[in-house]
């Protein structure tokens, strides 16, 4: 079955300690998103990735590194920098390809990440 | 600043009922919106799309009104069902740019209840 895979669930980190959150997919999706939900907020872009070897910033970047080595996988690490990274962490992909408009996203299934 | 506001955080309805979520956004270069269901702890599925060229757009018992001079959106869910109950998220796409490309900014969601 195609779709996106985060793991782990769910995350325990220490003050101080980076922690690093998998996404894989294997839609053949050209882009990748990292979006991060609080209580009562909407979704809120971290990352986004539109090919392998390249990523931007989205608007709460702050705390949060990526990398895009290959097509199916776009991990995120939360840094010790990040002041309030207790969240569920969604990743998501669509086509976003080069040639045209990209269309629905698709998400995963969410990380909990707590910080104790 | 919120591009995207889903003003009210939850509704109540009851089943068999009219349910009508409603989303205003600021950016008039917005030309795709969407919206997602989310249920507790998994990640947001789609749910309905609306090309900014289209005032409405209908998949059984849901339906999206888009009025564009007003930058307002709208999801008609009738009749509504228990199992409607999760969290609605409005989210909008703008132009597709090199840099931007297909990323959607989500509003804050609205919690909707139906009773049995």
């Known amino acids: 079955d195609g779709g996106i895979t985060q793991s782990p669930k769910y995350l325990f980190r220490k003050e101080g300690q980076n922690v690093t959150l998998s996404c894989e997919q294997n839609?053949?999706?050209?882009?990748m998103y990292w979006y991060r939900q609080d209580p009562g907020q909407g979704l809120r872009l971290i990352y986004y990735?539109?090919?392998?070897?390249?990523?931007q910033k989205g608007d709460i970047a702050e705390g949060y590194s990526v990398s895009r080595e290959k097509k199916e996988s776009f991990p995120l690490t939360v840094t010790s920098a990040q002041k309030n990274p207790t969240a569920f962490y969604l990743c998501?992909?669509?086509?976003?390809?080069?040639?045209?408009?990209?269309?629905?996203?698709?998400f995963g299934e969410g990380s909990w990440l707590t910080v104790v | 600043d919120q591009q995207v506001k889903q003003n009210s955080p939850s509704l109540s309805v009851q089943e068999g009922r009219i349910s009508i979520l409603n989303c205003d956004y600021t950016?008039?270069?917005?030309?795709?919106f969407l919206w997602y269901k989310k249920y507790p702890a998994e990640g947001p599925t789609f749910l309905i799309s609306i090309s900014s060229i289209k005032d409405k757009n209908e998949d059984g018992r849901f339906t999206v009104f888009l009025n564009k001079s007003a930058k307002h959106l709208s999801l008609h869910i009738v009749p509504s069902q228990p199992g409607d109950s999760a969290v609605y998220f409005c989210?909008?796409?703008?132009?597709?740019?090199?840099?931007?490309?297909?990323?959607?900014?989500f509003g804050e969601g609205t919690q909707l209840t139906v009773n049995p």
């Open positions: 839609l053949n999706h050209d882009a």
């Open positions: 950016n008039s270069m917005f030309d795709y």
């Open positions: 989210a909008a796409k703008g132009r597709w740019t090199e840099t931007s490309g297909s990323r959607l900014t």
């Open positions: 998501a992909s669509n086509t976003g390809n080069l040639q045209g408009r990209g269309n629905t996203i698709y």
């Open positions: 990735s539109q090919i392998v070897n390249d990523f």
